[in-house]
C-alpha cells in the first residue's frame, strides 16, 4: 500500500482491463517498438533526480526532432533543485488565489462526440486507478493540484514558443518535441507527462524565470523515474483501432 495525497492505495488491484506489469528495467534496451509503447503518461516519480550526462542525452535525442522549415522554434527551461521548488510554491498559490494566465485557451467542454468520450473515460479511468470516487469533488481537485507539484517529479520541461502567424504551425512543431522527448525519456528508463496545466500559469512561470513575454507557453513535461509501485502508474488508457483514425485511399 502507498499514500498519495492522503489518499491509500492498493497497489495490487488491476483497474481497467488493460491494466499491464511493466516489463522493462532502465538497464534494457527497448526496440523502437517497445519504446512507443512502453511510454505512458506518469503520474507519480521518485525524488531522485536524473543525472546531467542522462538529461543532456535526452535533450540532444529531443533536439533532432523535424519542424516546419527547420525553424526548430522550441524554447526548452528546465527546473530543478531550488528552482523547481519555489516555481510549484507559486504554481499552488495561483491556483489557491483562481489566477490563470493561459496564452493559449483550453477547455474540454470544446470537445465533441468521440473525442469527448475518450476525455471523460480517460479521467474516469486515472481516478479509480488512484481511488478517488466522481463525487469525492474536493479529493479530486487535490489530485488536479498534484499537477503543480509536478506529480512529485525532480524536473520538469517547461515549453516556450515564438510567436508567428496564428501559431498553430509552430505548436504542432513544439508537438513534436515534445514526443521525441518523451520517448527519449522511455528510452532511458524514465517518464514524463505533457501537462496543458501548467501552462495555465504562463506569467507566473516567465516572471519567476525571466522568459522573455514575447514567447509562449504550450504546455510543460514533468520528468523523472517513474514510482513503479504507485497506483497512477499501474494503468493504462487503451487507443482506439488505427480504423477509427486512419483511412486508407487506393
Ligand atoms: C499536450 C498534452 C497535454 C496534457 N496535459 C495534461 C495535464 O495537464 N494533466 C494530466 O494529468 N495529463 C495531461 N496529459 C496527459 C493525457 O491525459 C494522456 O496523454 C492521455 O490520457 C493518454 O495517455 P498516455 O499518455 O498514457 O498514452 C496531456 C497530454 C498531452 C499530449
Known amino acids: 500500500m502507498t499514500t498519495f495525497l492522503g489518499f491509500t492505495m492498493s497497489n495490487t488491484t488491476p483497474v481497467t482491463s488493460s491494466t499491464i506489469e511493466l516489463a522493462n528495467g532502465p538497464s534494457q534496451t527497448l526496440s523502437f517498438k517497445e519504446t512507443v ?10 525524488p531522485t533526480p536524473v543525472p546531467d550526462a542522462v538529461l543532456r542525452s535526452v535533450l540532444e535525442d529531443a533536439q533532432r526532432t523535424p519542424s516546419n522549415c527547420n525553424t526548430q522554434p522550441w524554447q526548452v527551461h528546465i527546473v530543478s533543485g531550488a528552482t523547481r521548488d519555489a516555481l510549484s510554491k507559486a504554481l499552488l498559490a495561483d491556483d489557491e488565489a483562481g489566477r490563470m494566465t493561459p496564452d493559449f485557451s483550453f477547455s474540454t467542454a470544446d470537445f465533441c462526440g468521440v473525442y469527448s468520450e475518450r476525455s471523460k473515460a480517460q479521467g474516469a479511468a486515472y481516478y479509480q486507478a488512484i481511488g478517488v ?8 481537485r ?15 520541461a517547461l515549453l516556450f514558443m515564438p510567436s508567428f502567424g496564428d501559431d498553430v504551425r509552430v505548436a504542432g512543431d513544439i508537438g513534436m518535441y515534445a514526443q521525441t522527448l518523451l520517448l527519449s525519456l522511455t528510452a532511458h528508463g524514465l517518464g514524463g507527462i505533457p501537462q496543458t496545466m ?3 500559469y504562463a506569467d507566473t512561470i516567465r516572471e519567476l524565470l525571466g522568459i522573455d513575454p514575447s514567447l509562449k507557453m504550450l504546455f510543460g513535461i ?4 517513474p514510482d513503479k509501485a504507485a497506483t497512477a502508474n499501474r494503468y493504462r488508457i487503451d ?9 486508407f485511399h487506393n
Do not use: C, M, Q, W
Open 133 to 140: 470516487p466522481r463525487e469525492a469533488t474536493e479529493d479530486r
Open 37 to 46: 509503447r512502453e511510454r505512458h503518461s506518469v503520474r507519480s516519480f521518485l
Open 222 to 225: 514533468s520528468f523523472g523515474y
Open 198 to 200: 501548467l501552462g495555465f
Open 239 to 247: 487507443k482506439a483501432p488505427i480504423e477509427e483514425s486512419v483511412t
Open 142 to 156: 487535490l489530485a488536479s493540484r498534484y499537477n503543480l507539484e509536478f506529480f512529485g517529479a525532480p524536473h520538469a
